[in-house]
């Protein structure tokens, strides 16, 4: 009996592992695609801010950067923070994990391994995207013209979000691809912001002046926020701008409704059932946006944007890794000799 329990323990113990390598690749295939797409956005409004604002745009290319979280990486490899040498860094640098190609290639990777839990449509899109991007990469001439290039990268990021919600399941795989995708954009929105709000704010002199709007107006552009912020708002003011980016429920972009998404899919994973006791994932996503819901944008600012922004960071990162050690941690070895007995 105890052998036959021993072996029932490592079949499931299989069986759970085969679930968290196919919930792993999921989520990080997601993760990567819209992390490729938000470093897209975030050059391609700086080339836009370049043409507008001519030499006094040339401090811009440094905090891509510093948002990116690899400054050291990028200091040993090129050194001078020069259009030519971030564009590269950011978009084709194999040796840069975090660049465009390399999001890409781990989400084809990822998406490979899972190939019979997504839609052939999704494959052969993510792919296609890959291939042209690599392509783009061996060639560089696109550095010569690069701003509808990167126009691309954010269009076919967005077919393969559609592809997604249409053609895939909306069971537990889609929900690890939109919870990955939900975490992934809340923190890029959180960490341009940062960027925006204190590296670029502009000198006093220029605060008011069509150098100060423009800023801003690049910052809502980088979430694809401009046109719905001005429905909203009309005039653009610094302190609306972050209330828009951080505290709104309903635009796809904003942190907090990227919380609220995040959750509900993680509810849907676990199951909704009133009486269940909450696990650490939920615990800490749900804090979170507790936090973020219960939060005024007058004391955001007054208490200081980048104290709040670097602790929603903090606690992002907690939520990710309850996730993975939840979901995608393998279990011990001797777990299955406890379980057997």
Known sequence: MKTRALAGAK?????GEMLSRVADSIFWMSRSIER???????????LK???????????????????????????ELYGEASQRNVIDFLAFDLENGNSIVSCLRSAREN??????????MMWEELNKFFLSVRAAANERAILDSPYEFFNQIILASHLLEGITDATMSHGEPWHFSRLGRMLERADKTS????????????????????????QWGALLESASALEMYRKRHGRISPELVAEFLILDREFPRAMHHCLIESEKSLNAIFGNRDDRVYNVAEQRLGRLRADVNYSQIREIID?????????????????????????FAAPPASSLEVSAQ
Request: hydrophobic letters at 45%.
């Open 11 to 15: 079949a499931d113990n299989r069986r």
């Open 36 to 46: 490729a797409q938000n470093i897209a956005r975030f050059i391609n409004v700086n």
């Open 191 to 214: 960490r341009i912001l940062d960027v925006k709000y204190f590296i670029l704010l502009p000198n006093v002199g220029d605060v008011g002046t069509n150098i100060d709007t423009i």
């Open 49 to 75: 801010l370049s043409l507008e604002l001519g030499d006094a745009a040339q401090n811009q290319w440094a905090p891509l950067i510093y948002t990116s979280g690899d400054q050291e990486r990028f200091d």
């Open 303 to 327: 208490g200081g944007l980048h104290e709040f922004i670097d602790d929603f960071q903090v606690k992002l990162n907690a939520v990710g890794a309850a996730i993975h050690e939840t979901f």
């Open 111 to 120: 998406a490979r391994t899972v190939r019979e839990m997504i839609s052939s």
